[in-house]
Structure formats: C-alpha cells, structure tokens
C-alpha cells in the first residue's frame, strides 16, 4: 500500500501535457491560460485626467490666482491646443491631459464666472495618470493562469481579443453496482440512488473540466465493458464502486482484461483505501471506492489536483492551511485520515461521526482535517493542517 503523496506523484506522471485551443475573450473566464500574453498597447494611451476640474500649471496654483478657462477636455474628445501661462482647460475624468498642463485642480477647489476661474485652496494632486502607468505594450501577463474576471479585464485592455487556454479535460464517470438507480428513479426494495456520480460531476466541472455522466455499470465484466466502450475518447475515466476484492468488486479485474497499465492499487488513507490508478485505452483511469464519502474525498484530494494539472497547472496537491483543533482526537493509525470537520475563523472541529456512508455529515463539512499517519493524540487547541472543501 502506498502513501497518500506517492499516490498523487504517481497519478501526475500519468498525466498528459494539456493542448491548447484558443477562444474568444467572451469565452475564456475559468479557464486556464497556457501562454503568458504581451500587451499590443499601453495604458493609458496618454496622461489622462483622474478627476473633474481645470488642468492647469502647477507653478501657477495658488489661492486666490485667477485663471482664463480657453477650451475643454472631454473623454474621448481631447482640446486641440497647449495651456499657457494663466490659462487653465476645463477638462472632465479620463479625458487626456492637455500639453502644459502639469496638474488637475477639482471643481470643487474653484469657483467660476464666464471663462475665468479663481483657485481657492487646492489640495492633493496632480491628479494625472501618468501613460503606461497600467501596462505598456510589450508587458505580460504571466501563465499558466485560471484567468479570473480581473484577468479578463486587463487582456481586454491589453488589445488581445483571443487567447490559447487549456482544452478542457473530458471527463466519463462510471458507477458500477447491482444496487443502484439512477437519480428520479424508483428504487426496489434492496436498491440505493447512485448519488457520487453526480457529486463528482459537479466537481469536475468546478474545476472547469467536462463531466460526461455515463449509463450504471451492472456488477459483471460483460456490463462494465459495454459502459467503458462508451467512454472512448475521455481523457480520463473515473469508475466508482467495486474497487476493492469482494465478490462482485470487478472494476480491478475488468481493467486487468483490457490491458491497464497500472500505477497503484489501494492507498494507506482513510476513507479511501481501495484507489486504484493507470492508463487504459488511451486514457487516464482512476478507480474510486464507492462509498460515497470516499468517492468524494478522493475527488478532492487525486482528482482536483490531476484535472488542474491536466489543464497546465502547475502539479500540487490540494490547497492545505493550518487550523487549532476545537475539539480532542485519539491517536491515528497508520493510514492518512480525512476527517470532516467545519472550521470557524481559525479553529477547526471534526465531527463525531465519521462513517464513510454519511452524505449528510460531508455536506455539512467545509474542511477536511488531514491527519498523518500515527498521529499522536491531540488536544483542544493543537495545531492541525486542513483541507478546505
Ligand atoms: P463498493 O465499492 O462497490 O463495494 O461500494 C461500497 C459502498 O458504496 C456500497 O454500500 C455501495 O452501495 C455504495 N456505492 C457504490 N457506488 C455508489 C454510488 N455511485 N453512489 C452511492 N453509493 C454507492
Ligand atoms: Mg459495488
């Protein structure tokens, strides 16, 4: 059995270099940017007026000075001239600063009759953005990058219409097991919704990769086949259920017959221990345990990491921050414990249950507690590491 780390090492060296296609702007939120991109121009294009008022020359501001208003600025609408001496532009935010004029007074600073204005005391200042005081033409925005709203912006800004991201991950999940229906569908008497599918299709997708939800997988090779033929062409296949060495747990066998390349089977973690990774057909393969807890925390801990690698990020594991235990914990065994837990400020209390069935308990998580193995016992007030979720 091998380590959570190893683990996750081991599905990173499965993982494919991300390919490229480019999008619209429109389109490009969320997703990952491959190539950093150079500004085609610089911003502001010229000295720009931060504020409303007058532009004038700085030497000339005074209390009292009176000041001969000879045109106006407006944004977009620039005054066709130079300010000199004892003359001031009128001049509104964003309009470009006119030559000689080194400084903006407010409105507010000034009081007007016709063309004349009187300064009275003026503060601040210069109120100018400077050209190039954003980004000049030739400055990059780094990758690989989720590009966020800010990052949308400023590549707008910037004059790039377009942008190479990272193709987004196909994903098929496949639940196997006699016992289950689909979501809407009446159960029998010994049947259960299959609810993780739909769980880690919603994750996959946060992570901005495509779910393809593929049809239940009855417990026998011939059925488990028919469904992993339908996955063809996925990037990665992700099987829940029948992953450990029961009678009817034939995810393992099935993937052996259709020549797997087998990166690990089962990993030293609570829940989660029957994880199971390769290649197979052409594409990445992780089989997850089917308890739904645990079908869930591995997605959170192996699948989120492999989909942000997949997609050019840089491989890592998942996001972890310290936190002070609200509550006493016995000694760990030997295996990497998850506990769900719901963490308040910087204080973090695992729940009492922690049965790897209970939905309910996880959805009422925010964080995970990892736990090392043999962990000593901790108290109220220890320093532990959490997993946000
Ligand atoms: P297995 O790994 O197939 O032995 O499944 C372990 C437990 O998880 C059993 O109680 C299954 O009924 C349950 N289970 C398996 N797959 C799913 C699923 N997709 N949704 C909800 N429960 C599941
Ligand atoms: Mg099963």
Do not use: W
């Amino acid at each position: 059995m091998i380590s959570v780390e190893e683990a996750l090492a081991r599905l990173f060296a499965l993982v494919p270099a991300p390919q490229s296609e480019t999008v619209p702007l429109a389109e490009a939120g969320g997703r990952v940017l491959l190539h950093p991109q150079a500004a085609r121009l610089t911003q502001p294009p010229f000295d720009a007026s931060a504020m409303d008022g007058y532009a004038v020359i700085a030497a000339e501001v005074r209390p009292g000075a009176t000041l001969q208003v000879v045109g106006e600025a407006a944004a977009g609408r620039a005054f066709d001239g130079r300010v000199a001496a004892g003359q001031a532009v009128r001049i509104f935010t964003g309009a470009p600063v006119p030559p000689g004029a080194t400084r903006i007074v407010l409105q507010e600073d000034v009081t007007r009759e016709g063309d004349v204005i009187t300064l009275g005391e003026v503060g601040g200042g210069p109120h100018i953005r400077p050209a190039g005081g954003d980004f000049a033409a030739g400055d990059l925005l780094q990758a690989p990058r989720r590009l966020g709203p800010a990052d949308i912006a400023l590549l707008a800004a910037m004059n790039i219409p377009a942008v190479p991201v990272a193709r987004r991950p196909s994903v098929a999940i496949i639940s196997t097991g006699n016992e289950l229906v689909a979501p809407g569908e009446t159960p029998g008497p010994d049947q259960i919704i299959a609810s993780n599918a739909l769980g880690l299709a919603a994750m996959v997708a946060r992570e901005g990769a495509l779910p393809r939800l593929l049809p239940i997988a009855r417990d026998d090779a011939a059925s488990l086949g028919v469904v992993l033929d339908l996955a063809a062409g996925a990037d990665l296949v992700l099987t829940i259920g029948g992953a450990s060495v029961g009678d009817h747990d034939i995810v393992a066998q099935v993937a052996q017959s259709r020549g797997i390349d087998l990166a690990f089977h089962k990993v030293a973690m609570r829940p989660g221990k029957p994880l199971m990774a390769g290649r197979m057909d052409g594409a990445m393969m992780v089989g997850l345990p089917g308890n739904p807890v645990s079908a869930l925390v591995c997605g959170e801990v192996f699948v989120m990491p492999v989909l942000r690698a997949m997609q050019g990020l840089p491989a890592g594991p998942a996001a972890r921050k310290p936190a002070r235990l609200g509550g006493h914990l016995d000694a760990n065994g030997g295996r990497t414990h998850f506990l769900r837990a719901r963490t308040d400020g910087d204080t973090v209390t695992p729940f009492a249950r922690q049965d790897s069935a209970l939905l309910s308990v996880l959805s009422a998580a925010n964080c995970l507690v990892m736990r090392p193995p043999h962990d000593p016992a901790r108290a109220i007030g220890d320093l532990v590491e959490i997993l946000p979720i």
